[in-house]
């Protein structure tokens, strides 16, 4: 946690970065850091081993961790750019989930195998849906707090 | 052996995210005691990835692939302790919560051993 301490104290010349991971932006960490493990290694082994028996679902699996790792980096790393980053990416996130879930419940053969998203990410215990929502709702609370401290 | 150490580590990991939850609701941070109950439930993870692991250098083989089982020992294994250090960044009640998460997330990552494994 070296990288948040910085932030929190960053004074030779450069602005403060706002962190993110204060309060609840530490649960929202650990929730997205499982998503990442989970998404990842779950398309790494798939695409390793399986890669022909779903290469959609697993290509989208991995398109998921890599969302999921950059929010994380973002949430982690502080500041107003990577908020907005943040931002950008969980409505990205959302609006992923709800079109693939919606895809996988409409037409379910073009899914042999299940992805991280499929349907709206009932495997996952609906975490996938639920935490682009609270973790917007989140960031956009952490902008007032960053204009109150520039 | 594998099984019984599957139930007991994902009840202390529930007993440990209940323990916690109420933590949160009192608006308490992490105690000392919180984290001796950590380390029980980090203990059972880690006895469970070296009987895992001994169980394969026996021969046996988890029904869904040994890749995706010694994967899920480790983060059984890594879970605990991840959410333990979160905690001591998050001084808060922000911090039990983080961890109360950490024991609902370990419970369900023994049940997906549980299945993998072929129980």
């Not at chain 1, 946690?1 to 993110?20: C, F, Q």
């Not at chain 1, 998404?39 to 999921?68: C, K, M, N, W």
């Not at chain 1, 998203?117 to 709702?137: K, R």
Request: a neutral charge.
């Amino acid at each position: 946690m070296a990288v948040s301490e910085e932030n929190g104290t960053a004074t030779d010349g450069r602005k403060p970065r706002t962190r993110l991971i204060s309060g609840p932006g530490m649960l929202l960490v650990w929730l997205y850091g499982v998503m990442v493990v989970g998404a990842v290694s779950r398309s790494i082994v798939q695409i390793a081993t399986e890669f022909d028996h779903a290469p959609l679902a697993y290509s989208l699996s991995a398109i998921a961790g890599v969302v999921y790792g950059f929010i994380t980096y973002s949430l982690v790393r502080g500041g107003e750019r990577a908020r907005r980053a943040a931002l950008v990416c969980c409505a990205a996130e959302l609006a992923g989930v709800l079109i693939v879930g919606t895809w996988t419940l409409v037409e379910p053969s073009a899914f042999p195998d299940a992805t991280v998203w499929s349907d709206y990410g009932m495997g996952y215990l609906f975490i996938p849906v639920l935490l682009p929502v609270t973790a917007m709702f989140w960031l956009r609370r952490a902008r007032g707090t960053a204009a109150a401290e520039i | 052996m594998l099984d019984a150490l599957t139930v007991a580590t994902s009840v202390a990991a529930l007993a440990l995210a209940a323990w916690c939850g109420f933590a949160a609701y009192r608006d308490q941070p992490t105690k000392d005691w919180h984290f001796i109950g950590m380390a029980v439930v980090s203990l059972l993870a880690l006895v469970q990835l070296v009987v895992g692991i001994v169980q394969l250098a026996r021969g046996e083989k988890p029904e869904q692939g040994t890749v995706i089982f010694v994967g899920y020992l480790l983060g059984a294994f890594a879970c605990v302790p991840a959410v333990g250090f979160m905690s001591l960044a998050e001084r808060t009640r922000w911090g039990s919560v983080t961890v109360a998460a950490g024991g609902v997330v370990l419970a369900v990552l023994e049940v997906r051993l549980y299945d993998i494994w072929g129980g």
